[in-house]
């Protein structure tokens, strides 16, 4: 399967501590794509790459969030000094618009749970 | 800036029923519109889309969608629903920008639950 991966898939950890989660798009894929997803609530995009450039960060990507996709292939999502808000669903999703023709669609990983206690 | 209602955020319905789960939108510019599954634990699978051309759009597992650009609407049908069909089902809206859609805005999800 060459599908979208996320790794851990679930993550626990205390307040304040830092956690970094992977995607590893599907290859060939030079977008990609994090939301972060809270209970009872949809996805809520948090930031997207085109190759290595981070083109577009939303107003929920505090500063203790930080987003890198160093070689334009996989990402990592770090948030530093968790707090318990931070505790919610992150989803990856890569697409590519020059592949599909210009029509982009987003393929999603099964997401990291994080719960922050 | 767009947003995304889904107007019932649970819809309970018996197997072999029908099913209507409504989703309307705000956008002051065009914009392609989508259907997500969700099952438990796991991430979204597209269920169907809009982009252009027919209103009428069909998608997997037997679901279909109506674009209504008048109501501004993209609500999602079924004519007979299955126990597995069991899951969160989210409508999203996507802008075109820069030669191409990018980040979508999805509505809160309705939770389908079918009941043998």
């Known amino acids: 399967d060459t599908g979208v991966s996320q790794d851990p898939r679930h993550k626990i950890t205390k307040r304040g501590q830092n956690v970094t989660f992977r995607c590893d798009p599907i290859?060939?894929?030079?977008?990609l794509y994090w939301y972060r997803q809270t209970l009872g609530q949809g996805p809520e995009f948090l930031t997207y790459?085109?190759?290595?450039?981070?083109?577009?960060k939303s107003r929920l990507l505090s500063d203790r969030f930080s987003a890198e996709r160093p070689k334009g292939s996989f990402s990592t999502l770090e948030i530093q000094r968790t707090e318990q808000g931070d505790s919610a669903m992150y989803l990856c999703?890569?697409?590519?618009?020059?592949?599909?023709?210009?029509?982009?669609?987003?393929?999603f990983g099964p997401g990291t749970r994080l719960t922050v206690l | 800036a767009q947003s995304v209602t889904q107007l019932d955020s649970q819809v309970p319905v018996f197997e072999e029923a029908p099913v209507e789960l409504r989703c309307n939108y705000s956008s002051s510019v065009s914009v392609y519109l989508f259907w997500y599954v969700q099952y438990p634990n796991q991430g979204l699978q597209l269920l169907l889309k809009?982009?252009?051309?027919?209103?009428l759009v069909k998608g997997i597992n037997g679901f279909e969608a109506e674009f209504n650009k008048s109501q501004t609407s993209f609500h999602l049908r079924k004519p007979s629903v299955h126990i597995s069909d069991t899951a969160e089902y989210f409508c999203?809206?996507?802008?075109?920008?820069?030669?191409?859609?990018?980040?979508?805005?999805f509505g809160k999800g309705t939770l389908l639950t079918v009941n043998p």
């Open positions: 999203a809206v996507s802008l075109w920008s820069g030669g191409s859609n990018y980040k979508l805005t």
């Open positions: 999703a890569s697409s590519s618009p020059r592949l599909a023709g210009g029509y982009n669609e987003q393929f």
């Open positions: 809009y982009l252009s051309g027919s209103t």
């Open positions: 790459f085109q190759n290595e450039a981070q083109l577009e």
């Open positions: 290859s060939e894929h030079n977008r």
